[in-house]
């Protein structure tokens, strides 16, 4: 190795250090905070405790947030993964006029549904409906949000289910439901796994929705509920808030683990014979 | 059991396509009945259509004597294998076989016993556990039967039944398809486009082209005395030579490429000077390198010489045009030198204006 080859390695690797530190940082100030006795906002070596654990267990507000954030968690994946499955089927197998467009077009504004342009009108239609301070409320928006893409990614999937599965099961005499039930169920369930999972993971961290719909603080899920912790003196609650932070992003590691695991992720069809 | 009947059957796509045009057919009861035809002729939306995937547009299905034209497929008591056999990947060898058992809400032990004991009689009986995944194409045709025959239907529809597996195991499929339907005695429809296929399976052939019946018969009439030229070309390993000839006067003789050639068993029916397409299976024509003392050969220039193992297919062209002949395989020929084609004069069939004549 010539002189010039090594300051080029030892420059490689040092630039690819500092942009592995750049994106570690946060996680190891995550996963170090929450166990010392004085968290600060820069990493280090914790002073080893678990009293800040003790104290969270003991904050009923925050323990409410999580049972909260569950529901909707639970509730939107429910709605999206029911909604896109039966959708995507059926947009899969009828012929209509101008339903790739009609795809397209939803997907499209998919991303404004629940984003923030839309804001004053959604709250207006919320107050309408009598939905706000809901949790039914943020469901309903948030699953509208999340359903186009949802039914683009199934769509694929249904598409690559041979027709002959159905028409087979059809000569046999299952109805339309049994053949649902029966057949395409089971074999896009890798892409409902998927579905499910990014909906949860979506609504998980989604703050603007429930902040805006939802008043009362024992409805507000752990998204919004960490954003008012705060000492008596009006700083940072920073045991609080990264002994939070590590719970909260538990179950969400969890469930691509297990998901992943189980089913594997994908986000296309086709059938492994 | 049960025979099906088709009258008038016709099937209009969206757009004015017209996949079947006035389909007349009898399917006696317990036959196995082969639908031929090259792609694109219909065959296959028949089945369908049979089945109930399709709906008539005009005509109507009869199966046993029930009248099933609007009925839905599930209930008119068929089962259809598909050509991707359509296993559901996700439910093992015997979830698959009882499954139309389950439709049915038979019990889950009857079921479970019922899947074995068909699985045992088709040589299933160890891959009960398995996934359709893990077998091999013979074994997932076999899943495919069993499913089939579990629910004891009163017909059998196969699309394409071996199309989807290896020469080799065509064969022995084939063979096993053939027992199977003599001893089940349930009839049977199936689409083929591999006129060998139809050939040696079937009982009876209906010969397809775009959406109608050009002739229905046992194997041998259709091999031996096709009513069309379609069907005359479309029979037969190696094509029918179709060669336009001339009747002569007293119809004892018909020039082809200036050779009188014999007329064959068609002779009564001929008028001197009309014209006519002489018609000669290569397995029936006689080639030698000299013209003989007979005459009535036809002569041409060697072209190509194809080795099909027992035999070589030579191709002649002369003045008659182009002439295919299939020569034992110690025949000397080779490509360039000059040769002729004797007919067999009881294999000649005439066809006048595409139609068989006598």
Known sequence: MTPGQAVR??????SLSLLLAFFALPLLWLAFAPFDRAPQIAVSLPEFTLDNFRDLLDNENALRSLRNSLLLAAGTGAVVVTLSALAAYALSRVRLPGRDALLYALLLLSSIVTGTAAMVPLFNLAYELDLIDSQLGVILVLSGGLLPSAIFILKDFTDATPRSYEESARVFGASPLQIMRHIVVPVIRPGLATIGVWAVAQVWGNFLIPFLLLRSPDKSPAAVVMYTFYTEGGQPDLALISTFSLLYSLPVVLMFLLVSSRYGFRFHGGIKR | MAAIHLSGLTKDYPGGVRALDGIDLTVADGEFFALLGPSGCGKTTLLRTVAGLEEATGGAVR???????????????????????????????????????RIRKVPAARRRDKAAETARELGLGDHLARRPGQLSGGQQQRVALARAMACHPSAFLFDEPLSNLD??????ARTFLKRLQRDLRVTTVFVTHDQAEALALADRIAVLEAGRVRQTGTPTEIFRRPANTFVASFIGSTPMNLLPGTVERG????????????AGPARAALTGGEE?????RPEYLTFSGTPGPGGGALPGTVTVVENMGSTQLVTLEGPAGTVQVVVPEDTPAEPGGAGYAVPRSDRVLLYREGQLVG
Request: charged share 20%; glycine share 12%.
């Open chain 1, 9 to 14: 390695t030892v420059l490689r690797y040092a």
């Open chain 2, 63 to 101: 199966i046993g004597g029930d009248d099933v034209t609007r009925t839905p497929p599930g209930r008119r008591d068929v089962a259809m294998v598909f050509q991707d056999y359509a296993l559901f990947p996700h439910m093992t060898v015997a979830d698959n076989i009882a499954y139309p058992l």
């Open chain 2, 167 to 172: 020469a080799r195991l065509r064969l022995e």
């Open chain 2, 251 to 262: 119809g004892g003789h018909v020039t082809v490429g200036g050779v009188p050639l014999p």
């Open chain 2, 276 to 280: 006519v397409v002489y018609g000669i």
